[in-house]
């Protein structure tokens, strides 16, 4: 019993150090803080057939995901289509309490590897003077839809 009491002790200690260096407070306050953050869907549901198969939009804690925005209108160049992805970004980003210069990644899919230079253009100074991290991908077959560009990414929220 008395092992066991000891042992209890030694991680309650841990747990105030820990509580402690992350700023909680408290073990309980922790555990708290850890339960508070929950998913919340703050986008539109896509649908397959009245099944739902994402989510356009998600918050969870401090943290904004944004699904995959194109643009599948006419013109099809990329300098058009990059701007228009780029504003229904910002418009997301908005809306839901984060801004172009609280972006943390962005992930570029491009129907065409060569449209990148076109993309950078538009693309370049529009997250800020600190710019999210970025990864650029061509994608084997397109981009769903008509769009030469999607993107999305992961935001602070305040």
Known sequence: MEQKTTRRASFKKIGMGLATILGVGSVSAMTKKQKSTKKEVVGDIV??????????????????Y????????????IKAHTEIVLQELQK??????????KVLKVNVYLADLADYKGMNEVFRGRFGKNPPVRTTVATYGG????SLVEMDCIAAVD
């Open 47 to 64: 649908t397959d057939q009245d099944i739902p198969l994402f989510s356009g939009a998600v918050k969870h804690g401090n943290t904004l």
């Open 66 to 77: 944004i699904a995959g925005k194109g643009a599948h209108v006419e013109p099809f160049e």
């Open 92 to 101: 997301e980003l908005e809306r839901n309490g984060s801004s172009m210069d």
């Open 143 to 146: 981009v769903p839809g008509k």
